[in-house]
């Protein structure tokens, strides 16, 4: 029986744990600072008409700025979905979103002026949010936690060096989660990094999956 129950467990990703949490845990433990990755500052730009203002070009694609074509059958295209779902009525919620050097570096290697304006404009919300704390936006406990993970082979393993570096301010800003869509954010680092530093690393499909029942809250 042991053996049957601990291979179940294997095959659960971080969203069936937290959502086989009571409503009142999972409430608790909603992400509230999200570090956003690059990747997904990118697309909050590119698509920012349908993700804010529900205008498209096509039900079955999605026309990227530079013409790339995400149809329905890239995963991508289910990516951009649920970021729009995400930021249903974000202007009436808590969240926090953080940017670190890292990202401005490469924002910056773009040289796409339309996106460093969009990275400035995050970084202002950033910035003001920090403010608001008067001098203790972090915590003693992700100090520590990021001083543990800059050492933790485990974590960093089979990163890139730039990865590694968005990991580690995710966990340095104190973060509840970070999203992305890089291929990093698969079942078993998103486990490790949770029950270790407690950090979730989230695609858009499964920070959507998580919030959308409390939605209603705020909507």
């Known amino acids: 029986?042991?053996?049957?129950?601990?291979?179940?467990?294997?095959?659960?990703?971080?969203?069936?744990?937290?959502?086989?949490?009571?409503?009142?845990?999972?409430?608790?433990?909603?992400?509230?600072?999200?570090?956003?990755?690059?990747n997904v500052l990118q697309y909050l730009q590119d698509f920012s008409e349908y993700i804010f203002d529900n205008h498209?070009?096509?039900?079955?694609?999605?026309?990227?700025?530079?013409g790339k074509r995400i149809s329905r059958n890239d995963s991508l295209y289910n990516e951009i979905v649920a970021l729009?779902?995400?930021?249903?009525?974000?202007?009436?919620?808590?969240?926090?979103?953080?940017?670190s050097e890292t990202v401005f570096k490469e924002v910056a290697a773009k040289h796409d002026d339309a996106f460093y304006r969009?990275?400035?404009?995050?970084?202002?919300?950033?910035?003001?949010?920090?403010?608001?704390?008067?001098?203790?936006a972090f915590s003693k406990t992700a100090i520590e936690?990021?001083?543990?993970?800059?050492?933790?082979?485990?974590?960093?393993?089979?990163?890139?060096?730039?990865?590694?570096?968005?990991?580690?301010?995710?966990?340095?800003f104190d973060c509840n989660a970070l999203l992305t869509v890089d291929k990093f954010a698969d079942k078993n680092k998103q486990i490790f990094t949770y029950t270790k530093y407690r950090l979730m690393i989230l695609?858009?499909?499964?920070?959507i999956r998580i919030l959308q029942p409390f939605q209603a809250l705020y909507l």
């Open 56 to 66: 498209r070009e096509n039900e079955n694609y999605f026309l990227s700025p530079r």
């Open 118 to 136: 969009w990275f400035c404009d995050v970084r202002a919300h950033w910035y003001s949010v920090m403010l608001a704390y008067q001098g203790h």
């Open 203 to 207: 695609k858009p499909t499964d920070f």
């Open 84 to 99: 729009k779902n995400v930021f249903l009525g974000i202007d009436r919620t808590n969240f926090e979103f953080a940017l």
């Open 145 to 172: 936690r990021y001083q543990q993970a800059s050492h933790d082979k485990s974590l960093l393993a089979n990163l890139s060096i730039t990865d590694r570096k968005i990991i580690l301010d995710a966990i340095r």
């Open 1 to 38: 029986m042991s053996i049957v129950v601990s291979e179940l467990f294997m095959r659960k990703t971080l969203v069936d744990i937290f959502n086989a949490m009571d409503d009142f845990t999972k409430f608790k433990r909603l992400p509230k600072r999200i570090f956003l990755d690059t």
